[in-house]
């Protein structure tokens, strides 16, 4: 059987495309592995964040400016939004009847960096700290005697994100 010169070279050129695609799918399908490691650090160390109110006496109805600061020892850390967690009134205060539910802060936006190692900075913004003007649960509401919290030590439990 004789193949003519044509033939061959059609031939040819599907073995040579065949040939091709061959090698261009065991290319693209070509695979490998290995492995690698990597850590993270275990934590940011410590950072704590302060809140100081202006001076003068917090009364019924009124309102404070609170100051703060953070101090971090490990690592930069973002403080983010600073909120009062809760109110710890003195336990000679809070027997006199003294109630913690009475003051209040809303919560503070600083989003700022402090620097490990810079010892305490202070917060660029500041917050507001009330005592409301509590009142009983008659009808009409009636106001309370809030004398139980004069000289009162306040402690803010404050959080940041």
């Known amino acids: 059987m004789r193949i003519s010169r044509r033939k061959l070279a059609v ?6 495309a065949m040939l091709v695609a061959g090698t261009a799918f065991a290319y693209w399908t070509a695979s490998g592995s290995g492995t690698g490691s990597s ?12 809140g100081a109110v202006a001076s003068g006496g917090l009364v019924p109805g ?15 850390y973002h403080v983010g939004t600073v909120s009062l967690t809760s109110v710890t009134v003195d336990a000679t205060h809070l ?15 600083d989003n700022e ?13 500041t ?10 649960g008659s009808t009409p509401p009636l106001p309370v005697n809030q004398d139980a919290c004069k000289g009162a030590t306040l402690t803010l439990n404050l959080s940041s994100n």
């Open 127 to 136: 917050g507001t700290l009330s005592m409301a003007n509590a009142v009983d």
């Open 39 to 50: 850590s993270a650090a275990s934590g940011l160390g410590t950072q704590t964040v302060n």
């Open 113 to 125: 960096i402090v620097l490990a190692g810079s010892g305490t900075q202070t917060l660029t913004s």
């Open 11 to 16: 031939i040819a050129s599907v073995l040579g």
């Open 62 to 76: 009124g309102s404070k400016t609170v100051t703060f600061s953070a101090t971090k020892t490990a690592s930069d």
């Open 95 to 109: 027997a006199a009847g003294c109630d913690a539910s009475w003051f209040s802060m809303s919560p503070v936006s």
